[in-house]
Each structure stands twice: as C-alpha cells, then as structure tokens.
C-alpha cells in the first residue's frame, strides 16, 4: 500500500502536476498555431529567437554548443532541427575557423524575416496560455 504524502507533499506535487499542464497546452498550442500559420514548430522558433537575441542585425554566428544550453535540447535533436532550418535556407551553418570542433550558426535573412512575423503569434499565444494567474488557460481547454 502507498504512504500517503503530507500536506507539504501534496502541495509540491499539486504544484508540479500543474506546471506539468501549463507547459503541455502552452507547448501543444504553439506547435500546432506556428506549425499552420508559419511551418515552424515551438523548438524552431526558439532557435530562431535566440539567434535573432544572439546575433542582432549584425549577422554574427552563435557557437552551436552555446545554443545547446539554451533551448533544452539533446545535441542531436538539435542538430536534426538546425539541418531543418538549413534546408529551409532560415540559417546557415559554418566550421569556427578558430576550433575545427566547433560550429557555428547565423540567422539569413529570410530566418530573420520568418522569425519577425511568427514573433506576434508566439507572444499571443504565450499570453492565451500562461498570461494571468496559474489555473485553467484562461477559458481554453488543454490542446
């Protein structure tokens, strides 16, 4: 038989149960709403997000390994994601000149363009979900 969790115990997995939740929808909602509106999934924004952050208007190139601490990926979904990005011509990738091991992103224009115009939606969709106090998506049920 399990031990029942004290009220402590409880509240910490009430808690996590809800963060649980809230990052499924809001992850599930800016798939699907990215994904129709701009072919980008939730991850692909994020990557080029951070290298419109990293890079500004300037074109300079983000070490991959940088960006692997920030978007919450393994190294190789990271790496099928970039090859993605690739092909869509939304980023190029290049050898660092200084260490051979080391490769390096920059956003083209047409990732910086897609990025800007997929950023409202992202934002919207942020607010639907996550916007105003913890508990139900304000009216929508879970995607």
């Not at 011509?89 to 260490?99: F, K």
Request: hydrophobic share 35%; proline share 4%; aromatic share 2%.
């Amino acid at each position: 038989m399990a031990e029942l969790d004290s009220p402590a115990e409880a509240g910490l997995v009430a808690q996590w149960r809800e963060l649980l939740s809230r990052h499924a929808a809001t992850a599930c909602r800016l798939d699907r709403e990215l994904g129709d509106r701009y072919g980008l999934g939730m991850s692909e924004f994020e990557v080029l997000e951070r290298l419109a952050e990293e890079c500004g208007s300037g074109g300079h190139a983000v070490r991959v390994s940088e960006l692997a601490h920030t978007v919450h990926l393994s190294q190789s979904a990271l790496s099928r994601l970039i090859a993605r990005l690739e092909k869509a011509g939304l980023v190029t990738r290049a050898m660092c000149e200084s260490d051979r091991r080391g490769v390096l992103l920059t956003l083209t224009e047409a990732g910086r363009e897609r990025y800007e115009q997929a950023r409202p939606l992202h934002r919207e969709v942020l607010d639907r979900t996550l916007g105003g106090e913890p508990g139900p998506t304000r009216g929508e049920p879970p995607a």
